[in-house]
């Protein structure tokens, strides 16, 4: 694909389009969500379109009480087609053998996202070899966002689609509340901790 010139096209388009869009080119699509405080706007979209298309994710068993009801609310009032990847080594062994989430910015840290973020993402994309895959990343999150475009190519050979990157958080939190759906508000990612700070998936696979 030239993928200059569809993103030119598609930077015109809505997300609801950009999706439809990537669906009807996709052989077998997916969509992943961290059921993240803004999750429900693009899972609410893409089902809206799809309602079966597999709904990946990552569970690193370190969500608040809070998120994992966030997840479960949404999961039944969306029907989603979940599919739950885990560490190969629970969250109570980790803080029993390995000292739990070491501190950020240092090797140890960087081997704990690898076994809990991104081996699990990798064996998922394995399982489900996917053309299209659709994620919820926007701009306004990280400084490396903002030299994304909505379609590239990973590393990996399949399509990265982005249909919210060029939303602002208060566009999505518009677009719950006209859609009635949940923000999480009580949110955590051991492998970014802060927020403009990027896990190391997206920059893995591009």
Same mark, same amino acid.
């Given at each position: 694909? /030239?993928l200059?010139?569809?993103?030119?096209?598609?930077?015109? +388009? &809505? #997300? *609801?389009e950009i999706?439809?869009?990537? +669906?009807? %080119?996709? !052989?077998k =699509?997916?969509?992943?969500?961290?059921?993240?405080?803004?999750?429900? $706007?693009i899972?609410?979209?893409?089902?809206?379109?799809? =309602?079966?298309?597999?709904?990946?994710?990552? /569970?690193?068993?370190?969500?608040t009480? $809070?998120?994992?009801?966030?997840?479960?609310?949404?999961?039944? %009032?969306?029907?989603?087609?979940?599919?739950?990847?885990? #560490?190969?080594?629970?969250?109570?062994?980790?803080? $029993?053998?390995?000292?739990?989430? #070491? !501190?950020?910015?240092?090797?140890?840290?960087?081997?704990?996202?690898?076994?809990v %973020? +991104?081996?699990?993402?990798?064996?998922?994309?394995?399982?489900?070899?996917?053309?299209?895959? +659709?994620?919820?990343?926007?701009?306004?999150?990280?400084?490396?966002? *903002?030299?994304?475009?909505?379609? &590239?190519?990973? %590393?990996?050979?399949?399509y990265?689609?982005?249909?919210?990157?060029?939303?602002?958080?208060?566009?999505?939190?518009?677009?719950?509340?006209?859609?009635?759906?949940?923000?999480?508000?009580?949110?955590?990612?051991?492998?970014?901790v802060?927020?403009?700070?990027?896990?190391?998936?997206?920059? &893995?696979? &591009?």
């Amino acid at each position: 694909m /030239d993928l200059g010139s569809i993103n030119r096209e598609l930077a015109e +388009l &809505s #997300p *609801q389009e950009i999706i439809r869009w990537a +669906l009807q %080119k996709a !052989e077998k =699509p997916v969509v992943t969500t961290n059921f993240g405080p803004h999750e429900a $706007a693009i899972l609410h979209m893409a089902t809206q379109i799809q =309602p079966d298309l597999p709904v990946v994710w990552i /569970d690193s068993g370190y969500g608040t009480q $809070a998120t994992y009801r966030f997840a479960r609310d949404l999961i039944q %009032k969306l029907e989603l087609n979940i599919q739950v990847y885990h #560490p190969e080594y629970s969250r109570a062994y980790r803080d $029993a053998i390995m000292g739990g989430v #070491p !501190e950020v910015d240092t090797p140890e840290h960087d081997e704990f996202t690898r076994q809990v %973020k +991104l081996e699990p993402f990798g064996r998922a994309m394995q399982t489900f070899s996917p053309d299209y895959w +659709l994620t919820a990343i926007r701009k306004d999150q990280t400084a490396f966002r *903002q030299g994304l475009e909505v379609v &590239s190519e990973t %590393k990996d050979g399949y399509y990265r689609v982005a249909p919210l990157l060029n939303w602002t958080e208060l566009d999505i939190e518009e677009y719950l509340v006209m859609n009635d759906l949940p923000i999480e508000e009580d949110y955590y990612d051991p492998t970014k901790v802060i927020g403009n700070r990027e896990c190391g998936l997206h920059t &893995s696979v &591009s």
